[in-house]
T-cell receptor
Framework: DVKVTQSSRYLVKRTGEKVFLECVQD?????MFWYRQDPGLGLRLIYF???????EKGDIPEGYSVSREKKERFSLILESASTNQTSMYLC????????????FGDGTRLSIL | AQSVTQLGSHVSVSEGALVLLRCNYS??????LFWYVQYPNQGLQLLLK??????LVKGINGFEAEFKKSETSFHLTKPSAHMSDAAEYFC????????????FGQGTTLQVKP
């Protein structure tokens, strides 16, 4: 089975802190994705990557950056955390093909105080 | 622009009743379609997928969905609801050449009453 592992299930940080969310997949997937999920807004794509050191902006990249130094690992960085970034963050991975599903981690519930 | 619409943000059924969750997509090219389920405080789990083979697709937990090109729909059904089916359900679409990006619907929360 595909395993997508997010480093933390729950995280509490303070405004202005630099926050790192880590995601690791074990299926040699080319694609990796970061979403945030908020009530009533569904899933919104923040960034995705289709190869090592490659990244593409999603729908809401402002206030975030990403890093992909190794194929299996994709990090989401909040450069200076703000309270409006309190959310559920979901990582996913997939093969580089339109007909393949994405596989999701269990999510990180991030609170910015 | 390509989009996915899930009709009804909340659906409530009685245990043992038919479950019907609606999904319509907009597209001028053949889509690939997916249904996911999300239980509280968990990630999304793939229920089933349509990738241009049989139009009736069977998934896990007794769910199935039928691709209807003429109606641009991919509704999810289950003949008899179980309490454990209570969750949020997402429909998603991809297209050839989209390299794996998915467009998600807004989600439908299924409540199952005893």
């Amino acid at each position: 089975d595909v395993k997508v592992t997010q480093s933390s299930r729950y995280l509490v940080k303070r405004t202005g802190e630099k926050v790192f969310l880590e995601c690791v997949q074990d299926m040699d997937h080319e694609n990796m994705f970061w979403y945030r999920q908020d009530p009533g807004l569904g899933l919104r794509l923040i960034y995705f990557s289709y190869d090592v050191k490659m990244k593409e902006k999603g729908d809401i990249p402002e206030g975030y950056s990403v890093s992909r130094e190794k194929k299996e690992r994709f990090s989401l960085i909040l450069e200076s955390a703000s309270t409006n970034q309190t959310s559920m963050y979901l990582c996913a991975s997939s093969f580089l093909s339109s007909n393949q599903p994405q596989h999701f981690g269990d999510g990180t519930r991030l609170s910015i105080l | 622009a390509q989009s996915v619409t899930q009709l009804g943000s909340h659906v409530s059924v009685s245990e043992g009743a038919l479950v019907l969750l609606r999904c319509n997509y907009s597209s001028s090219v053949p889509p690939y379609l997916f249904w996911y389920v999300q239980y509280p405080n968990q990630g999304l789990q793939l229920l089933l997928k349509y990738t241009s083979a049989a139009t009736l697709v069977k998934g896990i937990n007794g769910f199935e969905a039928e691709f209807k090109k003429s109606e641009t729909s991919f509704h999810l059904t289950k003949p008899s609801a179980h309490m454990s089916d209570a969750a949020e359900y997402f429909c998603a679409v991809s297209y050839s050449g989209n390299t794996g990006k998915l467009i998600f619907g807004q989600g439908t929360t299924l409540q199952v009453k005893p």
